[in-house]
Every structure is written in C-alpha cells, then in structure tokens.
C-alpha cells in the first residue's frame, strides 16, 4: 500500500513539472487574432483610421469595436484582406469618417525650397523620405502612403500631396455595385 502511495505521489509530481514546463515553453503572448491583423495593416501609424496606430486599431477590430473599412492607406486590398481573415463581409472604404481624398496621393518635395531640416523624415512612419541633413530630400513613390503625416513639421511648406497618375500598373476596374447604384439613382 505504501508503495502505490508513493508511486501514485512521484508520478503527480511529475506531471505536474511537465505541465508548469508546458505552460512556461507553449505561453501565448497576447490575442492571435490582434496579431494575425495587425500583420494584414500597411504599419504607416498615421492616425487616419482614429486610433493612435496600427496596432490599438488590430485591437479595436479584434473586440468588434471598430469597422474593417477606416485604414485609408492599405485600400481596399488591405479591407479584402481583413474580411478574408475574419469572416465577415468587404465594405467600401469609410470616407464618412476618414477625409481621404478619392484618389491614392503620394508626397512631393519640392527640392529647390527644401532646407533639409529632416522633420519630414523624422516624420514619416514607412520611411519613404530620403536625404541628409542641409541636403535636398526626395520621396520613394512606390514607399509613399500618403498619409500627410510629413505635411506639418514641414517649415517651409515644401512638400505637397500630388494624385498618382494611373497608368497600368495602378489602375482598378470600376467597382460594378456602385455602377448599379449610381443608375438607379
């Protein structure tokens, strides 16, 4: 009887460092979902969406306490994506909410007025801004978001917001439900 007693007391023992082990190795470090959409958002951390960055907004989506549709940089394949991963239905972008403009805009220094001051740089959350300090800056079109977030530190009010020209590398088919809409409007 002593025996099976101890047996019984050197096996829980056992047990229970493999499962304090198993908790400790196999620890899940906040919400996978929070993080499988934080991984789906373009991480430019401009506020445009309400939130103070990428990540809180992954939040707020995860907890059902803000819409898929108010990220202005990622677009619509951003949106897409997002429905994709949870579930839930693709929605046009919220420009309710977000004064984006219809358009995708990119940054443009104007390189005779720039002083380089490097505030825009500093600026920029995707590091599209390049150049040197007392240097002219330049903008990387295919990096820019056009999240205007370079616009204010800006002293000398170089830098404007300029369409991207559509050509066929940036062109998208007319969305056919708003087609539809606008003609029986």
């Not at 460092?17 to 198993?22: C, E, K, N, P, R």
């Not at 803000?66 to 972008?93: F, M, V, Y």
């Not at 219809?102 to 505030?119: H, K, R, V, Y």
């Not at 998208?172 to 606008?182: C, F, N, S, V």
Request: some cysteine; overall charge negative; charged content about 20%.
């Amino acid at each position: 009887m002593l025996s099976a007693i101890l047996t019984l007391a050197i096996l829980a023992g056992i047990f229970g460092l493999l499962l304090g082990f198993a908790a400790i190795k196999f620890k899940v470090e906040g919400d996978p979902l929070v993080d499988n959409i934080d991984k789906l958002l373009p991480q430019t951390q401009c506020g445009q969406c309400g939130f103070p960055g990428c990540r809180p907004y992954a939040t707020a989506i995860a907890s059902d306490e803000a819409d898929i549709n108010l990220c202005p940089p990622g677009g619509d394949t951003t949106i897409i994506a997002l429905a994709d991963l949870l579930g839930r239905e693709a929605k046009a972008l919220d420009s309710e909410k977000n004064a984006a403009p219809p358009e995708p805009m990119i940054a443009l220094i104007d390189e005779n007025s720039c002083i380089g001051c490097t505030l825009c740089i500093q600026a920029c959350p995707v590091d599209a801004i390049i150049g040197a300090a007392k240097q002219m800056h330049s903008v990387f079109d295919k990096e820019c978001t056009g999240c205007e977030l370079c616009l204010p530190p800006c002293p000398v009010d170089c830098i404007s917001m300029v369409a991207i020209e559509q050509n066929i590398t940036t062109w998208k088919w007319p969305d056919p439900a708003k087609r539809i809409t606008e003609s029986v409007s």
